[in-house]
């Protein structure tokens, strides 16, 4: 560039230099004047009676309709384990489906579950919403921490659902739990881990813990299980609708439960939002070799991870869908 060429760009960054300023400023005085807001509920974006009208329904039919269902249903499981024991899931099935329609859930299932019995299903955690929406799917029981056992509710559902409590405070107990998943398994019951170990906020499934799967091994030769395979099958849960819209990175964290949020809360917002789309997608089941847990843990997170990444990004599953829920 030339003397001329250079005395002409200087004159023109000369000229643009107080309109930038001022540009500037003025966006710094509109910043100031117009506050930011916390990221609302998207309940709180829809209509506040249209909110208060479903947590008053919702209420009312927690009020009438679940909670005798709980109390008569508990001395009704009680007799079922007692004299028809391989009827045991059938009614926690149908209080937990009962549940997720007053809480206004509709599951979205994509793939389906390994029918051939032992099955060992590895998902991620979301909210403690998980039990109802698997649950009410089909007769099956939880792996859970020892602490579920004493929640309102949450602790009577998990109950309901004959669910496995592992105290993470004494090791010792790892044999006994690997015992006692590995007879049920056997007995042909269908059994969920928590890969995660704990609940996340939707967006990203967290490391499964190796530990967790240790039993896993363990189970097939502390049961006398022999020659019997035993499954295992990834399954992924995403939050993905509010309302019949989809819901974004930004909100999936609201309808989630971790961290310390409370248990009451999160239930009293849950009453009053939308109609809540969940997605299940269930991956390829394979039967378990004596390898590395680590290894093990990795392959059933990767799988996990890659199932959920096509639900938030609206990439198609090579399985079959259905729906249930209205």
């Known amino acids: ?58 209420s009312f039919l927690c009020l009438v309709a679940i909670l005798p269902f709980m109390i008569v249903g508990m001395g009704a499981q009680a007799l079922i384990l007692r004299f028809w024991r391989n009827a045991a899931g059938t009614l926690p099935r149908a209080f937990l489906w009962w549940v997720g329609k007053v809480l206004g859930l509709r599951v979205i299932v994509k793939g389906e579950i390994a029918r051939a019995a032992p099955v060992l299903v590895v998902s991620n955690h979301v909210s403690w919403i998980d039990i109802i929406v698997l649950g009410g799917l ?39 739990i690997a015992r006692s998943i590995g007879h049920r398994l056997v007995a042909g019951d269908t059994i969920v881990l928590f890969g995660e170990g704990t609940t996340g906020d939707g967006n990203r499934v967290l490391p499964f813990r190796p530990a967790l799967l240790a039993s896993v091994r363990e189970a097939m030769s502390a049961s006398g299980a022999g020659g019997t395979p035993i499954l295992v099958q990834p399954l992924s849960i995403v939050y993905s609708g509010l309302d019949g819209l989809p819901l974004g990175r930004a909100d999936r964290p609201s309808v989630a439960w971790y961290g310390d949020m409370s248990l009451g809360s999160h239930l009293l917002r849950l009453l009053a939002i939308g109609p809540i789309d969940v997605t299940l997608c269930f991956g390829n089941a394979f039967e378990v070799a004596h390898g590395d847990r680590k290894v093990l843990a990795n392959r059933l997170g990767h799988a996990v991870r890659e199932m959920a990444a096509q639900t938030t990004n609206g990439r198609p599953h090579p399985s079959a869908v259905h729906e249930t829920g209205s």
């Open 1 to 58: 560039m030339n003397e001329e060429g250079r005395s002409l760009a200087v004159r023109r960054r000369e000229r643009l230099a107080p309109d930038l300023r001022e540009l500037l400023l003025k966006q710094t005085q509109l910043s100031q004047e117009v506050p930011r807001k916390p990221l609302a509920w998207p309940s709180e974006r829809a209509s506040g009676g249209v909110s208060r009208l479903r947590f008053a329904a919702r």
């Open 138 to 176: 089909v007769p099956l029981s939880f792996v859970a921490k020892s602490e579920v056992a004493g929640w309102p509710i949450i602790g009577t559902l998990a109950r309901l659902q004959r669910s496995i409590f592992v105290d993470r405070t004494r090791r010792t107990m790892t044999a006994d």
